[in-house]
């Protein structure tokens, strides 16, 4: 925003705030930046337009700015807040501690894309997308279907096994274990370039083939609560991924049916423009449940303090 009595000379530089591009055309150098799907006014600190996706956040004004978490969430495209990590492997165990319990009690995968973005002073921050769902049971995520936010980066890719299963299903020529990165081992590898690593004679299929596909590493949240990760370009695993908090494991009989996420309890500190609302669909709860097990008679939160969550 220009702020009265002060003048630079920008140059040819044509980007503002959280890296997004000023449109001066509209209302003067400065005044105008644009998200895409919405333009920003700094002046008022008010989107232009609605948010197109409002429907998926009711407990949001539609004209709020990433959610009214301005501290540790930013806004890509004008669309929904995200919120970044320092690397893929954080980006990752935040979905798999919120994501995986709901994955075993539908008995569905759950897949997400990890993408990076950029800020101005040129430090690279991890993010993931909206968790999509596989369409039943034994079916994987349709990953080549998520859009990435424009201006990101495709890092990794990954996804839950949903509910356990004591059974080995075959597919192809890969065996799959739901507590393990599915796909063989290519081999013979094809002759390796400098920038690509050995391409397989037949291209792995399960897991592995979805990493080939998409040419970046992917990991794996299991329903016995392991963090794997598989490395593209040294054709193997990486595993298990250290993580300093509670994974949802199923604790149901392990056929297969839909399981029993096992219960955890987290410390979450609450962030300005948080509703009771918006920590509730976070972690797949109720505003009901946060309300009881914190002994609160209201909506009322305030920033700073720290509600237990159980999901």
Do not use: C
């Not at 596909?213 to 595993?239: E, H």
Request: charged share 20%; no cysteine.
């Amino acid at each position: 925003m220009k702020l009265p009595g002060r003048s630079a000379n920008p140059g040819e530089y044509r980007y503002g705030f959280q890296g997004q591009e000023q449109d001066d055309e509209v209302k003067g150098t400065g005044n105008s930046v644009n998200y895409k799907h919405r333009m920003y006014d700094p002046k008022i600190a008010r989107f232009l337009a609605i948010d197109p996706i409002y429907k998926d956040y009711p407990y949001y004004s539609p004209y709020a700015f990433s959610g009214n978490r301005v501290i540790d969430a930013i806004e890509l495209e004008g669309l929904q807040p995200g919120v970044l990590f320092s690397n893929p492997n954080k980006a990752f165990e935040d979905f798999a501690v919120l994501f995986n319990d709901n994955s075993i009690r539908d008995n569905l995968e759950y897949g997400i894309k990890i993408y990076s973005v950029v800020d101005k002073n040129g430090v690279k921050h991890y993010s993931y997308t909206i968790p999509v769902k596989g369409s039943g049971s034994g079916s994987g995520v349709n990953i080549g279907s998520i859009n990435l936010p424009s201006g990101t980066n495709l890092e990794a890719w990954g996804h839950t096994h949903a509910a356990s299963t004591v059974n080995a299903k075959s597919f192809g020529n890969t065996v799959y274990d739901d507590e393990l990165f599915s796909g063989k081992e290519y081999s013979p590898p094809m002759k390796a370039t400098a920038s690509t690593p050995a391409a397989p004679a037949v291209m792995p299929v399960g897991d592995r083939g979805v990493s080939w596909s998409l040419g970046v590493d992917g990991y794996v949240v299991t329903p016995g609560a392991k963090l794997l990760k598989y490395s593209f370009t040294g054709n193997k695993l990486v595993s298990p991924i250290p993580s300093t908090k509670t994974i949802p494991k199923d604790t149901g009989p392990g056929t297969g049916v839909k399981g029993t996420a096992a219960k955890s309890t987290s410390t979450y500190e609450i962030k300005s423009g948080d509703t009771l609302w918006s920590i509730a669909k976070r972690y797949q709860t109720s505003v009901k449940a946060i309300k009881a097990e914190n002994k609160l008679s209201s909506n009322d939160i305030y920033a700073g303090d720290t509600l237990k969550i159980t999901n």
